[in-house]
């Protein structure tokens, strides 16, 4: 498996944007609601965080030859990290995520080749290559930035993630709702329907 370039580079660049549009973020403004339900902006820089920390964890994982769960203590530890560091001051936040996204940049440059087809897991538990990492990382970022509310929309994204991300989750339409519905909708002969929860 080759190295992840394109993913990598645009981890970079979104790690980039990132950072530039939280350097002002003040106090108020981490305590407002997310367009997340039930989360705050810091709710949402700290699941960034965990999440470029989770990535560094799995490659130093894969170099070592062994596979790691994603987040120490699974599903709850990662409630309960997200949970801990929300409320911390702007500047707290925001060291903090800028600390974790170039450690996860560090560690995706300098990996050794043949790491990126050694196995890693996910949250749900499922497998997949390390390769894989870049493109979840990147588009962590890429959503979870318009999620902050701070101005970035999708209409922002990247052309090539949109390119790559769009037909996967186009094809996990049908699994989402009614397949005839969805279909009718497609040819003009009815309205969009209503998608489950991915």
Do not use: K
């Given at each position: 498996?080759?190295?992840p370039?394109?993913?990598?580079?645009?981890?970079?660049?979104?790690?980039?944007?990132?950072?530039?549009?939280?350097?002002?973020?003040?106090?108020?403004?981490?305590?407002?609601?997310?367009r997340?339900?039930?989360?705050?902006?810091?709710h949402?820089?700290t699941?960034?965080?965990?999440?470029?920390?989770?990535?560094?964890?799995?490659?130093e994982?894969?170099?070592?030859?062994?596979?790691?769960?994603?987040?120490?203590?699974?599903?709850?530890?990662?409630?309960?990290?997200?949970?801990?560091?929300?409320?911390?001051?702007?500047a707290?936040?925001?060291?903090?995520?800028?600390?974790?996204?170039?450690?996860?940049?560090?560690?995706?440059?300098?990996?050794?080749?043949?790491?990126?087809e050694?196995?890693?897991?996910g949250?749900?538990g499922?497998?997949?290559?390390a390769?894989?990492?870049?493109?979840s990382?990147?588009?962590e970022?890429?959503?979870?930035?318009v999620?902050?509310?701070?101005?970035?929309?999708?209409?922002?994204w990247?052309?090539e993630?949109?390119?790559?991300?769009?037909?996967?989750?186009?094809?996990?339409?049908?699994?989402?709702?009614?397949?005839?519905a969805?279909?009718?909708?497609t040819?003009?002969?009815?309205?969009?329907?209503s998608?489950?929860?991915?």
């Open positions: 498996m080759s190295i370039e394109v993913e990598l580079a645009g981890c970079r660049a979104s790690h980039r944007r990132l950072d530039e549009a939280i350097a002002g973020l003040t106090d108020e403004q981490a305590r407002q609601p997310s997340l339900p039930g989360w705050t902006v810091g949402v820089l699941h960034l965080a965990r999440n470029a920390d989770s990535v560094v964890r799995r490659l994982a894969a170099a070592r030859g062994e596979v790691v769960d994603q987040y120490v203590g699974g599903r709850e530890g990662r409630a309960a990290d997200i949970e801990a560091g929300a409320g911390r001051p702007a707290e936040l925001l060291d903090d995520v800028r600390a974790s996204s170039a450690r996860c940049d560090e560690a995706c440059a300098v990996v050794a080749p043949e790491v990126w050694r196995p890693t897991r949250l749900g499922d497998l997949s290559p390769a894989s990492l870049a493109f990382r990147w588009r970022v890429e959503v979870h930035h999620d902050l509310g701070l101005g970035y929309e999708p209409s922002s990247p052309a993630l949109v390119e790559r991300w769009l037909p996967h989750e186009l094809g996990r339409l049908p699994g989402r709702t009614e397949p005839a969805l279909l009718a909708w040819l003009g002969r009815g309205e969009a329907p998608l489950a929860d991915w």
